[in-house]
């Protein structure tokens, strides 16, 4: 208790009393609400066959393994955090077939997102098909920020993936995350469920909520092996 309160205490000298009251109430949904994830999917043979361009300052890139990266963004993608952990994530997630998506803007790297076909990297919320898409860990950049960065990065990804013949999409995001929840009203996805999990002896069991029966069969199931992924973007 004394290293939480020292730690308020150290907040509140830095950002003040308004910035601390929200700071604690942030802290406090995410207690109340931190098993609980807001499911979204997208039907992508609704979508665009022919990729909307991007406006002129913008570009996206598509890696498909580690060796395409060179020093510069490797370094952009790994200096927010842990570096060596960051490291690992990134070419674990190469190994198992995930694609990374990089948007720049002009030479500058402003953000980035992962897809994966056909698996989710982690035991997901439910099984997802041969042809299915999951979005993870979409990130912008602080100074890039509020320029609808991440909003094109999504939708541009969407339409490459329903050109490429692919069947739907799924993002999640966790139900106290506002930010994320209002990003995705802004895309061409839609709320799924609520998905609430718990981990015994080593197997998740994913009950549901709210559920849209349309897309896919989202009954409670139990699943193995590690918790689900919970995707900072989207």
């Known amino acids: 208790m004394l290293r939480y309160a020292n730690r308020l205490i150290a907040y509140y000298s830095r950002h003040g009393l308004l ?17 609980r994830q807001v499911v979204f999917y997208c039907d992508l043979t609704k979508q665009m066959q022919v990729v909307a361009e991007l406006p002129s300052s913008l570009h996206v890139e598509r890696l ?22 960051a ?4 070419q674990d997630r190469f190994e198992r077939g995930a694609m990374l998506w990089m948007i720049r803007s002009g030479d500058k790297l402003a ?16 099984p997802v ?10 990130y912008a950049f ?44 802004m895309t061409p996805f839609r709320r799924l469920g609520f998905a609430r999990f718990m981990t015994i002896f080593g197997h998740n069991f994913v009950t ?5 029966p349309a897309p896919t069969p989202c009954k409670a199931e139990k699943q193995t092996g590690n918790a689900p992924s919970t995707a900072s973007a989207v």
């Open 19 to 35: 910035a601390t009251l929200r700071r604690g109430k942030l802290a406090a949904r995410r207690a109340l609400f931190a098993n």
């Open 64 to 85: 498909t393994n580690y060796t395409q990266l060179n020093a510069e963004d490797l370094k952009e993608l790994t200096s927010f955090w842990n570096p060596k952990q």
């Open 87 to 90: 490291h690992r994530n990134i």
């Open 111 to 126: 953000g980035y997102g992962w897809t994966v076909l056909g698996h989710t990297i982690a035991p997901y919320f439910f």
């Open 129 to 138: 098909g041969e042809n299915d898409v999951q979005l993870f860990d979409f």
């Open 142 to 185: 602080p100074k890039f920020r509020g320029r609808a960065i991440h909003l094109l990065l999504i939708a541009y990804i969407l339409q490459t993936m329903a050109a490429e013949g692919r069947t739907r999409a799924f993002g999640d995001t966790a139900e106290w995350n506002d930010a994320q929840l209002a990003s995705f009203t």
């Open 208 to 212: 549901w909520s709210g559920v849209d």
